[in-house]
């Protein structure tokens, strides 16, 4: 049998991390990096035999990183401390390692809370590579949404894990600000520019792939929601995108003599 460690970063997550660290408490270790709790997240780490590090929050991607290179096993699994394998899903990857697994990296479909829910069971769930070699992968550098990259085969499992991160409305639209914040600081560092027009179409292209294609129309008015914040979300990223350019473009010769200036939120390097 294949030996796994579980790896998980860590920053005032006590609410979720008992969840997330009892589904793989299985896992021949569990490293566990956190960038400095005040609540109870290390002494429940600690009751569940983490293996404990600590490092000052070097944004998402270069922190998993980290996470990744302190682990031991050839075979990780990468969970969010707000995410938890179902009974299915442990089964699942157990089984797979104790056989000759034939991939590099595996994909495991993820059900979200959807609120005061989680998804309805014929949903279209999205796939994240959680699952894979340590020696053929890494973690990426994006500054949200960071993930696992795998030279290799990539295969798909089918039991699902969970997500217990948006529990109400105002958690949800806190985070589309914060990671549309970011993702703009990645696209300006690259030197993207956004038309207008994006703003436009793409929101409501977006809410209906998400609402019909995607059947989050079966969760009822929690799906609607969600759709909605999701093309929000969508709006957000180019709305700000166009913003920081147009800051560029006209300075403060749009504005009344004397006025202050507006701090450069897209550049700065504090994390979101």
């Not at 006590?14 to 109870?40: H, Q």
């Amino acid at each position: 049998m294949e030996a796994l460690s579980a790896f998980v970063t860590t920053f005032n997550n006590a609410r979720t991390l008992a969840s997330c660290l009892e589904s793989v408490k299985w896992a021949d270790e569990i490293v566990l990096l956190d960038s400095g709790s005040t609540d109870a997240t290390l002494d429940i780490a600690a009751q569940y035999g983490c293996k404990i590090f600590h490092h000052p929050f070097l944004g998402y991607g270069k922190q998993k990183q980290l996470a990744l290179e302190k682990t031991s096993h050839l075979w990780v699994l990468l969970l969010d401390a707000d995410e938890a394998l179902s009974e299915a899903s442990q089964q699942e990857i157990r089984q797979l390692l104790q056989t000759s697994p034939d991939a590099d990296g595996y994909t495991i479909p993820r059900k979200e809370q959807m609120f005061w829910q989680m998804n309805n069971d014929y949903i279209r769930l999205n796939k994240f590579l959680r699952l894979f070699r340590k020696d053929r992968g890494h973690i990426s550098t994006m500054p949200v949404h960071a993930a696992p990259k795998v030279q290799g085969r990539i295969k798909s499992l089918t039991a699902p894990f969970y997500h217990y991160g948006e529990t109400d409305i105002d958690i949800k639209v806190s985070k589309l600000n914060a990671y549309s914040t970011g993702l703009v600081r990645d696209k300006v560092a690259k030197g993207t520019r956004a038309s207008p027009w994006i703003l436009v179409f793409y929101p409501p292209i977006y809410f209906i792939r998400a609402y019909f294609f995607k059947r989050a129309v079966l969760n009822g008015w929690g799906g609607f929601i969600t759709s909605v914040c999701g093309a929000f979300y969508v709006f957000l990223k180019y709305a700000k995108l166009y913003e920081y350019h147009q800051r560029k473009r006209y300075g403060k010769s749009l504005m009344p003599p004397g006025a202050p200036d507006s701090p450069p939120v897209y550049e700065s390097d504090k994390p979101c």
